[in-house]
């Protein structure tokens, strides 16, 4: 909000959004290769939900074209992004054109595909969906993992990509 705006002036949706940009998230891609075709988004709504059973949620928005296509998929990637990566989650996040375009990935026998230079990947299966809202809340397995501590992940603050 401006120092001119008054709250009358923002709605309450916007002033949300506003505070909650304030709790900084990763960046992580969700990609499978869906009828021999790579298909993939990116979300900041990622969480680990159990260690037994290995389960983690993502929140995909309603208004994705997306992910009805990819919840169509067997298995599920899972990269959690690096801090040079802000080009391949722009890119996931389009509406338009390749989103894979000059992004390295590779695909899992299952199907999952992984962004190389990630901080994490992550081979799921989807569990449950629920209602949240304009979002959608699903939970996945996790079947397999694979950690890189070295790489340092994007963070999404204010509404930015960053560093830590």
Do not use: Y
């Not at 009358?8 to 304030?22: G, K, T, W």
């Not at 037994?52 to 928005?61: M, N």
């Not at 208004?63 to 919840?71: G, I, Q, R």
């Not at 992984?114 to 901080?119: K, Q, R, V, W």
């Amino acid at each position: 909000m401006s120092p001119k705006a008054t709250a009358e002036e923002v709605s309450p949706q916007v002033a949300l959004r506003r505070a909650l940009s304030l709790f900084p998230t990763g960046v992580v891609a969700l990609a499978a290769v869906v009828d021999g075709q790579p298909t993939g988004i990116a979300v900041n709504s990622f969480i680990s939900v159990s260690l037994e059973p290995p389960l983690v949620a993502v929140c995909p928005a309603r208004t994705s074209t997306t992910w009805p296509v990819l919840a169509r998929a067997t298995r599920i990637g899972l990269s959690v992004l690096g801090a040079d990566q802000e080009q391949t989650a722009r890119s996931l996040a389009s509406r338009t054109g390749d989103r894979f375009a000059n992004i390295d990935w590779r695909a899992t026998e299952g199907g999952a595909i992984h962004m190389d230079g990630a901080a994490l990947w992550l081979e799921c299966e989807i569990r449950h969906s629920f209602d949240g809202g304009d979002h959608e809340i699903v939970t996945l397995e996790v079947i397999s993992s694979e950690a890189f501590p070295e790489v340092t992940p994007l963070v999404f603050h204010l509404s930015q990509f960053r560093g830590l």
